[in-house]
């Protein structure tokens, strides 16, 4: 009866209609090439001005002298990139692109201009947000349960290319919560339920200075670690031996653990027990926070701006989860649409793009997406319950028989009362 109890709870603040289209993507005895050319015509079946939106997203995010050099050095971009992505954007590029022309705001999408949209994000600390994940006896489902907002100063053509990508194999199916043709995860997870999340961390002063010849984007290789590791260990492992462009921190969770992985000039991982920063206290067991910036002790003291210092103190008093009072699916939503400091400190804002709640166990998604222009966030925001994107190895409620039967009966009843209501009212 309990799970009874939580499946009509839900109920109330979900709805099922998805806000953003989703590409199946069938990788099984495929190359790359043949990759992209099936996502490419996903694209354009659901989204057929894609090749204008990005032309649009680019022109508003480079001025012409930033833009003039990104493409001059785009090629050094290309050959870092793991090959079998490389070809997948040839495919894509094949269906999608339309001009040979590079030239920003005239609404088609050149070669050129495609590649220059996989470099937009992880390069220039755009990726904003915050995120909280509980694991342990803290959660009812023993298992960790976390929650991720992405901040990205919203336009008309960043929320029409919002999509999920799924890259269906029977191997291992990897989910890119982001953007239609963006081939880098910023959200992401696989079917072994390895959760990965990715926030800029500040400014590149934190990084060494190497030529940037030898850097790499962390957004590919977090969808390499996706696609090659079943843990966070084995995720880790992958990532913390590469040079990235940007100061940067990963949220990692799986069916067992998180972790933090803070990218800097001294990298640390950092666990629900790691030594912080003095100024950033935390006293929440089995509790992780992340933010804009680092908190490890030994990772740089970067946290001044008060939005993140806001968001910290915030999910510290919220996060009081216990054995006794375990966490659940819908509390972590709670917790993320939460406005109660002034707008721009809290931790759901006008600029929240996406916010998303993720179980690795079961691999249940519960998603939000911006998808209106609005001057001020939505009072209550709505998440979509997504949870057939991977199989799943059991259910997160788990029904019984019973429990349907009575959840119809539950929802007939209502539907009558509805008629009943409005036949009195003529």
């Known amino acids: 009866m309990q799970r009874l109890i939580t499946a009509i709870i839900f109920s109330l603040f979900l709805h099922t209609a998805w806000a953003v289209p989703v590409f199946h993507v069938d990788t099984q005895h495929k190359n790359g090439q043949d990759v992209g050319i099936e996502l490419g015509k996903g694209i354009l079946d659901k989204i057929p001005d894609f090749g204008a939106q990005v032309d649009k997203l680019l022109a508003s995010h480079f001025d012409t002298s930033t833009y003039q050099t990104l493409l001059a050095n785009i090629k050094n971009f290309r050959v870092k990139i793991p090959k079998a992505y490389q070809d997948e954007l040839e495919g894509l590029a094949t269906i999608v692109v339309s001009t040979a022309n590079n030239q920003l705001g005239d609404g088609k999408l050149s070669f050129d201009e495609l590649w220059a949209f996989q470099h937009i994000f992880d390069k220039n600390n755009v990726i904003n947000g915050s995120g909280l994940g509980v694991f342990g006896d803290l959660n009812g489902l023993q298992t960790p349960i976390i929650g991720r907002n992405v901040e990205i100063e919203p336009n008309d053509a960043l929320r029409a290319l919002q999509a999920i990508t799924v890259y269906k194999n029977p191997l291992n199916t990897v989910v890119n919560i982001g953007f239609a043709g963006y081939l880098g995860v910023i959200s992401g997870f696989n079917s072994d339920g390895l959760y990965v999340g990715y926030f800029s961390a500040g400014g590149n002063n934190l990084v060494d200075d190497v030529d940037e010849l030898v850097k790499q984007s962390a957004t590919f290789m977090l969808r390499k670690a996706l696609e090659t590791g079943k843990n966070i260990g084995q995720a880790t492992s992958l990532l913390i031996h590469d040079i990235y462009y940007s100061p940067h921190n990963i949220l990692l969770a799986d069916p067992k653990n998180i972790n933090v992985l803070e990218y800097s000039n001294t990298t640390q991982i950092r666990q629900a027990d790691s030594p912080l920063q003095t100024e950033m206290p935390w006293h929440n067991p089995q509790q992780l926070a992340v933010l804009n910036c680092f908190v490890h002790r030994d990772s740089p003291a970067n ?124």
């Open 303 to 426: 946290c001044i701006d008060m939005a993140d210092r806001a968001r910290w103190n915030q999910f510290d008093s919220l996060a009081n989860f216990s054995p006794e009072t375990p966490a659940n699916a819908l509390q972590i939503m709670q917790i993320m649409r939460n406005q109660e400091n002034i707008p721009s400190e809290a931790i759901f804002t006008k600029n929240t793009l996406q916010s998303m709640v993720f179980e690795p166990k079961t691999r249940r998604l519960f998603l939000y997406n911006q998808t209106d222009k609005t001057a001020e966030p939505p009072e209550y925001p709505l998440f979509a319950d997504i949870d057939n994107l991977v199989a799943t190895p059991e259910s997160y409620l788990s029904l019984t028989q019973t429990d349907y039967i009575f959840i119809i009966a539950l929802f007939l009843s209502m539907v009558a009362i509805m008629f009943w209501v409005a036949r009195i009212r003529w």
